[in-house]
């Protein structure tokens, strides 16, 4: 989950055609917490060839699979951390 769009293969030929202004996509700030919390800070970013590229790769691919597919908005949630235990 953590690897980035633009480290996915074809990243320029993806770049260029991500424009899909119904996509979002929100990145958690990366901070430890000895317990689950209820609230988390980031930040929203519209789908395009500028923001693209910090996406999640598997969020990406699978969410603009879905709203090719449904023709829906699709929201993603990013809150991942490489090398942490599954279930943190």
Known sequence: MQMAVRGAMNYQTEQA????????HF???ARAAPEP????TGSWAVCGPETVGAF????????????RQLDV????VNSSWG???VEA
């Open 73 to 76: 908005p699709i929201g993603l």
């Open 56 to 67: 999640t790769a598997t969020g990406y691919f699978f969410g603009r699979e879905l709203h």
């Open 17 to 24: 055609a991500a424009n899909y202004l119904r996509i979002r």
């Open 27 to 29: 990145k958690t700030a």
């Open 83 to 85: 090398g942490t235990a």
């Open 37 to 40: 919390q209820e609230r988390c």
